[in-house]
């Protein structure tokens, strides 16, 4: 095919490979209010199956421990902050102060999925111990798993901060990823209530 | 035209069609034409199913097979046809109708296609693991889709499941891309009131997705835990609720109707205005309409579960909500009707398709408000009336609107003509089967005849007869359709660039249109859509546009 | 715009339209009239309010549905666009007051239609109320009687794959036939052993999931003389459509009748058309996937027949 032979029109198309790095951004954020959606199906299952439950704990087992739960959730949700800290340095194009916060958001990432294996190896039931079981296990394992996401998506952004020019052409790596990392934090916050804060 | 229809086209433009394109023109045929391939496997199914039926007793096949049958039918043809061929729909008509060179994200767009040929093999597949396929319906209700008579991991309802996952997968990838796309890359002056309704529908079914689909994955991953780990999530014995199963699938199967029907909708809305040379009546209520169906279609799936135990106030609330869609529906019913009137109506196959899907859809609809009052759904769920009603919307309606589609732009995309006289067959099979068989379904299901039974009481044998019969006339109604699809592809008239003289950015690109569409010089728009007699230009240079497209096509 | 106005529409034109209306109207009528016949008979009190709410509703919908087609048909006869006629029509784009106009009457017609349903729901559920009762633990479904926790006109309902049991717990008597007497409310308590199924008998038009781990209340008052189907209404796995079990509406007296000959008779195997086919099947083995094992049949005072003609 030949291209047509047209006039060309008025202003510069609004569209091309220049544009496409901020369409990525927009599909992110699509993406994440889509991905709420599966926490969100989560959290209303587990409350119907608590709520409607006869005997929510299983036999031997009384409650979650909260204490280190509660260090873990106050370290992840610090590390928000120290997101937000690097973003900062990195507008004020202070790289390397950019990668020290950066890599102190990993891990703190890191510390917390650490604590959240020493609780799990901790716990005196299972997968398949009814409902409990089951809905804590599936909870904290697929946000583990976001977590674990956003730790690699981290470590690329930062093995991404030393290609020369990386940040010429827009930051959209940085601010999806950043997104993302809050999204986790929120969603963990959610979860910390609904597990170990709202007692029967 | 028989010189320019031999000379050999370039081998690249067919070659291409059987690899990794990013193109989504490319994309949207392979989307079109792996659905079809789904399409004739399920409806091999559907005429097993319908040559069991036939007569009361369990004769043809064994009852385990029968199961297996009517579960597959349903999955192949709602993952792997329905959504498939609208997607292909989607990747041909977005970017052209809103002037963009491809998608926001082209190898997102060639991953979510792949990945439909990978659940489409691992769900037919399920026929030849030693479990057999899944055989407990395309909701797969748990207790009796958690049952693994043999016990092993590898069974047809994990396959199952995991090609529903998959295809959840794919769908959500598919709407992250034609959403950025239609929000982000629309031509010059093509505000949000001057985007065709078939973008608008696409925009509001595609936004369905991304908010109800979650929920069945979540719903989905619970189950195969349950399955295939011990989980007891849905198992009774393990104080779990089967119920809950219910909620999450609704929560996204009844929203999917919408995915599927708003497109079609948006198909009406742009084909009754190129056969009745009229101007698309209320435009911005069509328009706003899409989206009013949205937020209710979101607050409407109890409805399914009325026998399931929901207290009263649930199903009175339910009840009122889905009463309510019927309004913004029918003001798009009204609004087709409103652009036929007085129109210059012309009665070509995609015309005859689009009436034809009108017709069966407002019967549908009216099934459906039955459907949505307690009491009658009481009676009705779960029996052949509540068949009926939704192979009217998904056949009768669906299926007619994305035909009349193919034949619509069927010039644009592949360069050649399709021949009207067996477009018209394939109409007049098409319309008569799809009654044929399925309004017997409605009757049946008053007397009481329950779905998914693989062997019936003597009383309902008549209607059950006359639904076969129409199943295979449906099944013979495919067969022109085919012949002209592939007879007209490769040697059909030469298309010129508009031949329905339709209004519409993508009716300003040569048939077939180059692989970046406008590249670089998008026109910019300058009024609504749907100008039929007003004699307003669409777009900045319309005339001069128009004229090196003739100029071009005489050239050829 | 002023040559594109319509056109006033004449006396006859008016006149055409309003015979036209009136046609619709009555054919819509006779249509909800007949409607009362494509369903099974009315046996229960529940049926004459759903039935009568089904004919309001097909006359509502025959009425719409012809005007539809009336206004498709008639642009397809009149509108149609001459041969070679390549013009356009005049371009009307809308019209805001029809657009309010047409909003306006499906709302009020399916608020209607909403109100009516409710009320009839709420008739209906004044004659069968239905309660959930989460059972503590699922063996306290099984074994036994259970009839010191149950109102004497109480009947349990077992649902099980593939087989229907019906208990009677004050003569302690068991069935695969449900016998029940003419104009008394019963009330039904509903469990199932295996999966969920759907109790179901359209004659009665009521139906009720039957879910495991619940027993759910459910009451209804039979009002006609005869024998009708109970079928299973929610997939139940291989026999599902074998899953059926007939319905007997007997009069007082037959049915004390029946009750005290009952408890006389010895326990047996209850009808079970999965268990025969299996049995079948294991002897002439005919193909197929490999199926759940059917339930062995229920032991009953009385098996019943299934093969005796019905009404519905």
């Not at chain 3, 001459?82 to 029809?98: C, M, Q, V």
């Amino acid at each position: 095919m030949t291209s047509t032979p047209v006039p060309p029109s008025g202003e510069s198309v609004a569209h091309g490979e220049g544009q496409h790095a901020s369409h990525n951004l927009t599909g992110f954020i699509i993406f994440l209010c889509s991905e709420s959606v599966i926490f969100l199906a989560f959290f209303s299952g587990y409350a119907i199956l608590r709520l409607s439950a006869l005997d929510w704990l299983p036999a031997g087992v009384d409650g979650l421990e909260w204490r280190m739960p509660l260090i873990n959730t106050v370290v992840l949700v610090s590390s928000s902050l120290t997101m937000v800290v690097a973003e900062h340095f990195k507008g004020k194009e202070k790289i390397w102060l950019f990668r020290g916060f950066w890599l102190l958001t990993m891990a703190m990432g890191a510390y917390f999925l650490y604590g959240q294996a020493v609780e799990w190896s901790g716990l005196t039931f299972g997968f398949t111990s009814g409902t409990f079981g089951g809905t804590f296990y599936l909870l904290t394992g697929f946000h583990g798993l976001h977590v674990l996401t956003g730790i690699l998506l981290m470590g690329l952004m930062l093995a991404k901060s030393f290609v020369p020019g990386n940040y010429n052409g827009g930051e959209e790596g940085v601010k999806a990823t950043s997104l993302f990392w809050h999204f986790v934090d929120v969603i963990w916050i959610i979860l910390f209530v609904l597990l170990y804060v709202w007692r029967a | 035209m028989t010189s320019t229809a031999l000379s050999p086209e370039p081998p690249a433009t067919w070659r291409r069609y059987f690899g990794f394109s990013t193109d989504a023109k490319v994309i949207g045929i392979q989307y079109i034409v792996v659905a079809f391939f789904f399409f004739l496997v399920g409806g091999l199914l559907a005429m097993i199913i319908r040559g069991e039926l036939i007569t009361p007793a369990s004769d043809l096949v064994d009852r385990t097979v029968y199961n297996g049958l009517y579960t597959m039918h349903g999955t192949i043809m709602l993952f792997l046809f329905i959504f498939p061929v609208l997607n292909g729909l989607n990747n041909l008509l977005i970017p052209t109708m809103i002037g963009a060179p491809d998608m926001a994200f082209p190898r997102l767009n060639t991953a979510a296609f792949w990945l439909v040929p990978v659940f489409g093999i691992l769900l037919i597949a399920s026929f030849f693991v030693p479990s057999g396929p899944a055989t407990s319906g395309w909701w797969s209700y748990p207790p009796v889709s958690l049952q693994n008579p043999l016990g092993q991991l590898i069974n047809g309802e994990f396959l199952w499941v995991l090609a529903v996952a998959l295809s959840g997968v794919s769908s959500i990838m598919g709407a992250v891309n034609f959403v950025t796309t239609i929000l982000r890359m629309r031509a010059p002056g093509m505000g949000f009131f001057r985007m065709p309704v078939f973008c608008w529908t696409a925009l509001a079914a595609q936004s369905l997705q991304l908010i109800g689909l979650p929920a069945l994955t979540g719903g989905a991953v619970m189950l195969l835990l349950d399955l295939s780990v011990g989980t007891s999530f849905y198992r009774p014995e393990g104080g779990g609720d089967p119920v809950l199963y219910q909620h999450f699938f609704w929560f996204y199967s009844h929203p999917a109707v919408y995915v599927i029907i708003l497109p079609v909708f948006g198909i009406f809305s742009e084909l009754f205005p190129v056969y009745s040379r009229k101007p698309l009546f209320g435009y911005v209520y069509v328009c706003l309409a899409s989206f009013i169906i949205v937020g209710l279609g979101l607050i409407v799936w109890v409805h399914h579960m009325f026998p399931s135990g929901v207290t009263q106030w649930m199903r009175n609330l339910f009840m009122v909500t889905t009463m309510l869609i019927a309004v913004p529906t029918g003001v798009k019913v009204f609004a087709w009707l409103g652009t036929l009137w007085r129109g210059k109506i012309r009665l070509t196959t995609p015309m005859l398709f689009c009436l034809g899907g009108l017709f069966n859809f407002v019967f549908a609809g009216i099934t459906g408000v039955m459907l949505a009052t307690v009491p009658i759904d009481i009676h009705v769920s779960n029996t052949y009336f509540v068949v009926g009603h939704f192979h009217y919307v998904i056949y009768g309606a669906a299926v007619m609107g994305i035909f009349a589609a193919i034949y619509h732009w069927f010039p644009k995309f592949t360069g050649r003509m399709p021949y009207e006289g067996l477009g018209k067959l394939h109409f007049l099979l098409t319309f008569v089967g799809a009654n044929l068989n399925f309004l017997p379904m409605h009757p049946l299901g008053l007397m009481g005849m329950p779905r998914r039974v693989s062997s019936y009481d003597p009383e309902f044998a008549f209607w059950n007869v006359l639904a076969s019969l129409g199943a295979f006339l449906l099944g013979v109604s495919i067969i022109p359709f085919l012949l002209n699809m592939i007879s007209s592809w490769a040697r059909g008239p030469r298309a010129p660039h508009n031949p329905w003289s339709a209004i519409g950015l993508e009716w300003l690109l040569p048939s077939p249109p180059a692989e970046d569409n406008f590249g670089e010089h998008v026109p910019t728009v300058i009024s609504r859509p749907y100008g039929y007699g007003s004699g307003e230009p669409l777009v900045e240079h319309q005339a001069e546009i128009e004229r090196a497209l003739t100029l071009q096509e005489a050239n050829r | 715009m002023t040559s594109s106005t319509p056109r006033r529409p004449g006396p006859v034109a008016l006149a055409a339209l309003a015979v036209w209306i009136g046609l619709l109207v009555f054919i819509s009528l006779w249509v909800a009239d007949q409607s009362l016949r494509w369903l099974p008979v009315q046996a229960s009190n529940a049926a004459p309010l759903v039935d009568g709410l089904f004919s309001f509703e097909t006359g509502v919908g025959t009425f719409v549905f012809l005007g539809v087609i009336s206004v498709m048909g008639w642009v397809m006869l009149v509108h149609r666009a001459e041969k070679y006629d390549e013009s356009d029509a005049d371009p009307i784009e809308g019209n805001t007051r029809l657009e309010v106009i047409w909003t306006a009457i499906p709302f009020v017609l399916v608020m209607a239609i909403a109100w009516y349903a409710i009320q009839v729901s709420t008739e209906l559920g004044v004659l069968g109320p239905m309660e959930h009762i989460h059972l503590r633990d699922a063996g306290e479904q099984q074994g036994g009687y259970p009839g010191d926790r149950l109102p004497a006109e109480q009947v349990e309902v077992v649902a099980r794959q593939w087989s229907w049991e019906f208990r009677y717990p004050a003569q302690n008597v068991s069935s695969t036939e449900l016998h029940l007497e003419l104009d008394r409310p019963i009330t039904f308590r509903l469990v199932s052993e295996d999966v969920l199924h759907g109790f179901f008998i359209p004659a009665f038009r009521l139906k009720q999931d039957v879910i495991p781990g619940r027993a759910i209340d459910f009451s209804l008052t039979p009002t006609r003389l005869g024998r009708y189907r109970l079928r299973d209404s929610q997939f139940s796995g291989t026999w599902f459509a074998a899953n059926q079990a007939d319905v007997v509406v007997e009069t007082a007296a037959d049915h004390a009748a029946w009750l005290k000959q009952a408890a006389a008779a010895p326990l047996q195997s209850g009808l079970s058309v999965a268990s025969d086919e299996y049995a079948e099947h294991q002897r002439n083995p005919r193909g197929g996937w490999p199926t759940v094992v059917p339930a062995p049949p229920p032991q009953v005072n009385v098996p019943g027949s299934s093969s005796l003609p019905h009404d519905a």
